[in-house]
């Protein structure tokens, strides 16, 4: 009987939030320069190359986090229940919002979406918390930077209302 080698579970959950980044990144992709490019939006929303490495490294930092909650509660079992189903419940909306707000060009669907999305990431960091501080702490840049991805998508609907 082979085993699973130690690090496999970290590298897996550390990996795991990327699976969905990269399918968004096709939609992305192409909606960028025929459709994003089109629309008005803040002069404080950044530039277009700065969102891969920042969701990168938060994709990196949550599913680490979710690893050590993970391995605290012994793996999947009744006590990982609500920690792990509230952060697979959020990264499911986090990969939701991109094929709404790209994919189907809904941009107030979006804004629902990361608020949405916003309030799992709440509520997955605080059920973290009393489990693996380390694990809440590395949730926080991601609770940050959608806190600004949802002003800027809010602008973005705001200043585009009349626009397909």
């Not at 897996?12 to 909606?31: D, M, Q, V």
């Not at 189903?85 to 994919?103: E, H, S």
């Not at 804004?111 to 509520?123: D, I, K, M, R, S």
């Not at 949730?139 to 397909?164: E, G, Q, T, V």
């Amino acid at each position: 009987m082979e085993v699973v080698p130690a690090w496999a579970p970290a590298v897996g959950f550390t990996l795991l939030p990327h699976a969905g980044g990269l399918l968004g990144s096709n939609i992305t992709k192409r909606e960028i320069p025929t459709w994003y490019e089109t629309l008005q939006k803040p002069s404080w929303c950044p530039p277009n190359w700065v969102f891969a490495p920042v969701w990168g490294t938060l994709y990196t930092s949550m599913g680490y986090g979710s690893y050590l909650v993970w391995k605290e509660l012994g793996g999947f079992n009744e006590k990982s229940v609500v920690p792990l189903g509230l952060y697979a419940g959020n990264l499911a909306l986090n990969w939701a919002w991109t094929p709404v707000f790209f994919g189907a060009h809904k941009m107030g669907w979006g804004l629902v979406t990361l608020l949405l999305t916003t309030g799992t990431a709440t509520a997955t960091t605080a059920s973290w918390y009393n489990i693996n501080k380390t694990a809440a702490y590395l949730m926080i840049p991601y609770l940050a930077w959608l806190s600004l991805a949802s002003a800027l998508n809010y602008r973005i609907w705001k200043d585009n209302r009349n626009k397909k």
